[in-house]
């Protein structure tokens, strides 16, 4: 499976961005998908997760209530709105896929996009 994330961006606080990433390769559907960031000098952190159908979701709570995960199996794409943004959300955000129902758990998503930069100022 590749991934590509995209629509990273430089963006005020209190602004939005809508991330995207297309998968190929393999039957989008069998995947649970994943969003995960990291910013400078820190750990990769959870932000959101999906199952195949887009019936179950699960958001950090860092981000609960602001970001919201979506997928379109047909375009083989997951989504991740971010509204309300704040400078703490400045991060690299990275999606992946894993075979498991739904998990926030970095070592269970077996392939990762590159990653899209998404910087917030204040």
């Known amino acids: 499976v590749q991934l590509q994330a995209s629509g990273g961006g430089l963006v005020q606080a209190g602004g939005s961005l809508r991330l995207s990433c297309v998968a190929s390769?393999?039957?989008?559907?069998?995947?649970?998908m994943g969003w995960f960031r990291q910013a400078p000098g820190k750990e990769r952190e959870f932000v959101a997760a999906?199952?195949?159908?887009?019936?179950?979701?699960y958001v950090a709570d860092s981000v609960k209530g602001r970001f919201t995960i979506s997928r379109d199996n047909a375009k083989n794409t997951v989504y991740l709105q971010m509204n309300s943004l704040i400078p703490e959300d400045t991060a690299v955000y990275s999606c992946?896929?894993?075979?498991?129902?739904?998990?926030?758990?970095?070592?269970?998503?077996?392939?990762w996009g590159q990653g899209t930069l998404v910087t917030v100022s204040s």
């Open positions: 992946a896929a894993s075979f498991t129902t739904l998990t926030l758990t970095p070592y269970e998503y077996e392939y």
């Open positions: 390769g393999r039957t989008f559907s069998d995947y649970c």
């Open positions: 999906i199952n195949w159908s887009g019936g179950s979701t």
